[in-house]
């Protein structure tokens, strides 16, 4: 654990993911600049109105009861996964960071918002490779949220 968002540790594996959500809860993934800029904001805008919502945008990583046995690694990669494209598609500086927080409420496409954030780790790019093969090899055809045209 650290004490603010300049001395974050990094996370390098999928497994170190999933071992984090095993043993912890009310974790998120947060697509951005990162936790200096975010956490100087309080709060994400809705891109299409610039409403300020009363928390940041973030992806529960937190396991549903109905995955119940299922193995850890695949949730995890797909959470990762979901919004994979957001490097591509906005500042290609946005990089994925693990954060704490207690959700305060829904943003305009039906994500969590979070208050009381903590920065727990970067998310090192290679997970994000790691996730996207970890879904290539499934069985589905998976794509990220924004789909590609």
Known sequence: ?????????????????ADRIRRERRLYVRWSLGP????????????????????????????ESWWEDR????????RLYDY??????RSGDVRPWLLRGRECGR?????PLVNDVEPLAWIDP?????????IERQPGPWGPVRRKP
């Not at 193995?71 to 797909?78: N, S």
């Not at 994979?84 to 598609?89: A, E, F, I, K, Q």
């Open 1 to 17: 654990m650290t004490n603010g968002p300049g001395d974050l540790a990094t996370l390098h594996s999928l497994e170190e993911v």
């Open 36 to 63: 200096g800029v975010d956490l100087s904001a309080t709060s994400s805008r809705d891109e299409l109105t610039g409403v300020p919502l009363p928390g940041l945008s973030a992806s529960p990583l937190d396991v």
């Open 71 to 78: 193995p850890l690694r695949i949730w995890a990669a797909r």
């Open 84 to 89: 994979c494209h957001l490097p591509r598609t």
């Open 107 to 111: 943003g305009p496409d039906n994500e």
């Open 126 to 134: 290679r997970v994000i490779d790691e996730a996207t093969r970890e």
